[in-house]
Each structure stands twice: as structure tokens, then as C-alpha cells.
């Protein structure tokens, strides 16, 4: 059962919800544990979006414990928008709390969308996190004016692991390919045909 959890950030206290392993009976450790960052904020991105929550979910019941939270102004979540740069120290805080939570388990960074960059840029530079999740992240786009660059990411030797529409119309798929050919191994990408 979901554990709805305050954490502590660099502005206030975030909203969270930790998602324990399905597999567990309580006793085992996790398989790893899972920081999962929404979409953008200011585009009405949440903890509670639909591939977050999914994606969160299908974690668990390959035995992760995954941490969803609401980036600084979403929800019940202190502060406001922090341009991106507010929102990687949320990221941080997250990491932090999970790694005191399960301090003995590996760390993977998970994001969808802008979420996804926070997560990718974030995890790749942090030595506690060893494996790196991207779902459509805004590699080939601009939104709200901000331009996405992955200058860590692109520089990591971190496993990655990537899920893109065919059709997603914010993060193209041909974006996405030049992105994924400019990556270092290991490195993986799965695209779910017709999707948006």
C-alpha cells in the first residue's frame, strides 16, 4: 500500500507518495529504489499523471520501491516554479530521502517529459544513482521558451533506458532518435507504435 510522505525540500516540504515493491512481503529489500519526476508543472504535469502513476506502478511489480512527488508549487507541494533549476534541487531532495530510506539499495532516476530531464541530468552526475529512465524526454523541443539541453546525460556511461511514442507530438521520435545515436553505452530504447 502507497506510504503518502512528506519530504523535505530546498523550499518547504513536497508532497510525495512511496510506492513499495509488489513483490515484497515486507522482509526483502527492494530491487532498487525509483525517483520518478512528473511533467512539466506550469503545463499541469503532477504526481498523480497518468504515465507517472503507470509507469511508477509497473516499477513496483518488478520489485522497486518508486518515490512520485510534486515538484515546488504543484499540489500541496511549498514554493513556486523554479525554471528548471528549482526543480533538479527537488530531484536531489527526493534522491536524499530515498537513499536514507534504503541505504543499502541501488537508485535509479526515472522522469516522463520534463520530468524526464530533470531525472536524466540529475541521476547522471549523482554517483548514488546507477541506472537512468527517460519517458519522451523534450530532446527535440522547446516548451514555455526553455530549451532542453543533456550535457550530463550525453556525457554518461550509466545505463539508459528510454520509452518514446512513435507519434508523440511535443517530443518528436525522430528528435528522439538523434538524441539516443548521440548516447554512450549502455543505452536502450523501446518506442510504443501509434502512440502519442
Known sequence: MPAITDLRGPSGILEAILD???????????RAAV???????????????????QGAKGLTRIGCAALRFNFRGVGSSAGTFGKGEG?????RAALDYLSGRY????LWSAGFSFG?????????VDDRVSVLIGIAPPVATSVSGMNYTFPST????????????EADEVCPLEGMWAFYASLQEPRELVVIDGAN
Open 154 to 165: 550525453l556525457a554518461g556511461i550509466k545505463p539508459k533506458f528510454f520509452v518514446q511514442g
Open 87 to 91: 526543480e533538479k534541487e527537488d530531484f
Open 20 to 30: 513499495p515493491p509488489a513483490t515484497s512481503a515486507g522482509a526483502v529489500a527492494p
Open 103 to 106: 541505504p543499502d539499495v541501488r
Open 35 to 53: 525517483v520518478f519526476a512528473h511533467p512539466h508543472p506550469q503545463h499541469g504535469g503532477t504526481m498523480h499523471t497518468k504515465v507517472v502513476y
Open 116 to 124: 524526464a530531464w530533470v531525472a536524466l541530468e540529475v541521476g547522471a
